[in-house]
């Protein structure tokens, strides 16, 4: 049992003892579960990469102030529902810094988390005009911001863009934003699941179709700077991470402190709210906003009633990141690169075994090596390469719950201990020596 490929009859029974019929259907959690007890029956470690979670620790200027923020008390008081000044003057800097784009401290909000962001957001852009009701989804994406819709009761369309990068975007977002009923365009870049990231012509197309409609951009930056073939974390100095920003008049950023500073567990993120669209009051909002403008509904509508405001210590410590890399003292990209390396020997050793890259270019660029990538192995639907990585040991999850209509499966690398990769190497190798044809 404790030799790869693991017993089929045994995983096969703890598959079934979980009530699930394919590995490859499975969520993400379901995933998770299975190999937990594969793993407890076998004794066989996985290489785990089902879970997008971080895997380095919380940047030290951050656990710091936030130590002193308790230390000092602020726990007992309720945090301000617009942020602490600290951490709005910081965004501030840091988007300046960053994206090479100017915002009002007013505009920089913090949430618990872009989760929370996410929801705010939509929850206040689907209500500002009646007919404008609908968010359009670029796809593959992040499944749990479908579920949020679901739970509001917006409507959405998808569609995957593997087929529609560079200039055939166009055509294809004005599709849908010619019915006049998309209020906001969502999206990640760097992407999960696929890690693909927009180009700036591609951000700037999005950018002008979404004006042409008067349409809100909602750019989920989860993974801030983590484009490892560029060096984006020089404060002040070009290059900076691409963003709709700079073209886009209504956008909402969402910056979250989950990934690019490791703060997953204290759940913060800032959003940024465009000053056009901070601004911004139609008759339709007073049907659910006491408030009269955009930014003053979100932040008095949405968030007082989602949390009223944002767990008070924390803000503190995010503030201390950003401003340590604001004054050019705390590199965030340089830490994160072990998630390159990881992928980069991980990929490497999938091509080398038969498996193939599925989202493999940005244009004409290889994609990036970072927090995820997907693969697939030729000849088998995504689902079947699950099913089958299973008894080698390996697990992921399926591209079809992201919205991807591509065969084939996404991994996520930071969970993956490097004592790890040379097995990952010879259980691939092994998979392939039996599968090939
Ligand atoms: C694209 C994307 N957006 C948002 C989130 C959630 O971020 P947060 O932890 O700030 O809620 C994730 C986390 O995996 C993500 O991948």
Not at 234 to 240: R, T
Request: hydrophobic share 40%; aromatic share 12%; charged share 25%.
């Amino acid at each position: 049992m404790n030799t790869i490929p693991l017993n089929k009859e045994k995983v096969d029974q703890i598959i079934s003892d979980n009530k699930i019929k394919s590995v490859g259907k499975a969520s993400i959690r379901e995933v998770k579960k299975i190999v937990d007890d594969i793993e407890k029956a076998t004794g066989i470690s996985f290489v785990r990469m089902e879970m997008g979670v971080p895997g380095l620790p919380t940047v030290k200027q951050g656990v710091d102030a936030q130590i002193k923020a308790l230390q000092d008390g602020v726990s007992a008081i309720y945090p301000d529902i617009y942020g602490t000044e600290e951490l709005k003057h910081e965004t501030t800097r840091f988007v300046k810094n960053f994206l090479d784009v100017t915002v009002p401290e007013d505009a920089c909000i913090p949430v618990t988390g872009s989760m929370q962001g996410s929801f705010a957001s939509f929850m206040t852009v689907a209500r500002m005009d009646e007919k404008k009701n609908k968010l359009l989804f670029i796809d593959p994406g992040f499944p749990v911001q479908k579920q949020q819709c679901k739970i509001l009761g917006i409507d959405i369309e998808t569609f995957d863009v593997y087929e529609y990068r560079g200039e055939k975007l166009k055509a294809k977002l004005e599709s849908y934003l010619q019915t006049g009923e998309i209020a906001g365009i969502v999206y990640s870049s760097p992407n999960n699941p696929a890690w693909f990231c927009f180009t700036e012509d591609e951000l700037q197309i999005i950018a002008e179709v979404a004006n042409k409609y008067d349409v809100i951009v909602l750019e989920d930056l989860a993974y801030f700077g983590m484009d490892f073939r560029k060096d984006y974390a020089k404060p002040g100095v070009s290059p900076f991470q691409p963003t709709v920003a700079k073209w886009a008049k209504k956008y909402i950023l969402m910056i979250s402190g989950s990934k690019a500073f490791s703060y997953a567990g204290e759940r913060i993120a800032v959003i940024v709210v465009s000053p056009e669209l901070y601004d911004w009051h139609t008759d339709y909002m007073k049907k659910y906003f006491a408030q009269d403008t955009f930014g003053r509904a979100i932040v008095y509508g949405s968030i007082y009633a989602l949390s009223s405001g944002t767990s008070h210590s924390v803000q503190y410590g995010l503030a201390a990141v950003m401003k340590a890399c604001n004054d050019g003292e705390y590199d965030f990209v340089e830490a994160l690169k072990d998630y390159k390396n990881k992928a980069n020997f991980m990929k490497t050793a999938l091509v080398e075994n038969g498996f193939e890259i599925v989202y493999d270019k940005d244009m004409n660029d290889p994609i990036a090596d970072g927090f995820y990538f997907t693969f697939n192995y030729p000849g088998m639907t995504g689902e079947q390469t699950l099913n089958e990585l299973v008894y080698y040991g390996i697990s992921a999850i399926c591209l079809d719950i992201t919205g991807s209509d591509q065969q084939g499966l996404r991994a996520c690398v930071s969970l993956v201990p490097h004592e790890l990769l040379p097995a990952f190497a010879e259980r691939v190798k092994l998979f392939n020596e039996n599968h090939k044809k």
